[in-house]
């Protein structure tokens, strides 16, 4: 049995976040990986991105051999399974792919191909770039997902997709050239927060999902404001915004 943590007190959050701001690809993959593991029975894991008005996406596999990731993108325009996460995505879709795909031969001789009856996915769009984060937790048996499992793959598989869009803004942030800013730059921690708060999460929403308190969220974002020189959610979103969507000049 799983154990019962509840979000904000959950240990691994935070060190999620702290592998996706400060690790490399590979610790950011394990300490994410070891989260739904702890929560949640699978044996398959496929995570990546896939960007809006392209059928191709940037796949991550364990459990399942590495081709499955390339053989999936042959399926990924007309997948009910993949379909079903982006047409409703920040929503856990438990499926089985025996009926899902029923009415799909090519889709569903992927999916049992690779040894997959079972599975929860997940998508989580990036308002920045219109791209789609993708998380989805596979069985290779019949039994359903139980529904504390499904709630933990809503909390957990949020967060991390969360955490990998932030790492992303800020892989793309050292890639540009410098520029002046308004006020002094920001910490790895206030930009994460400014980032998740930016994106229409409420404080309480943004504190629950990077493991800390709300109080502590406040002090970040008063220290945002500051240094940026803002005083709305909008006015933060437009500088945000403007810096992961241009490149920047010296």
Do not use: N
């Not at 593991?37 to 590495?66: E, K, S």
């Amino acid at each position: 049995m799983v154990p019962h943590i509840r979000p904000r007190d959950d240990p691994m959050q935070l060190e999620v976040f702290e592998a996706a701001m400060s690790g490399d690809d590979d610790m950011f993959f394990a300490t994410a990986l070891a989260w739904l593991q702890r929560d949640i029975d699978f044996d398959g894991l496929l995570w990546g991105t896939r960007t809006a008005g392209r059928t191709d996406a940037v796949l991550r596999v364990h459990g399942r051999p590495a081709a499955m990731a390339h053989e999936h993108g042959r399926i990924a325009a007309s997948d009910p399974v993949t379909l079903r996460a982006m047409a409703a995505p920040d929503e856990v879709h438990a499926l089985a792919t025996g009926i899902v795909c029923a009415a799909d031969a090519q889709a569903l001789a992927f999916w049992h191909g690779y040894d997959t009856r079972q599975l929860m996915i997940l998508a989580k769009p990036d308002h920045a770039d219109e791209a789609l984060g993708i998380i989805g937790v596979l069985r290779a048996s019949d039994e359903p997902f139980p529904a504390d499992q499904r709630r933990a793959m809503r909390r957990t598989a949020q967060a991390i997709l969360l955490a990998q869009q932030l790492r992303e803004a800020k892989a793309t942030r050292m890639a540009a050239p410098p520029q002046p800013a308004p006020g002094a730059a920001l910490t790895e921690r206030e930009m994460a927060v400014a980032q998740a708060y930016a994106d229409g999460r409420s404080v309480k929403e943004v504190a629950r999902l990077m493991g800390v308190s709300v109080s502590t969220v406040q002090c970040h974002l008063a220290r945002v404001y500051r240094k940026l020189d803002v005083h709305s959610k909008i006015a933060l979103r437009k500088i945000l915004g403007d810096r992961r969507a241009r490149p920047r000049v010296a």
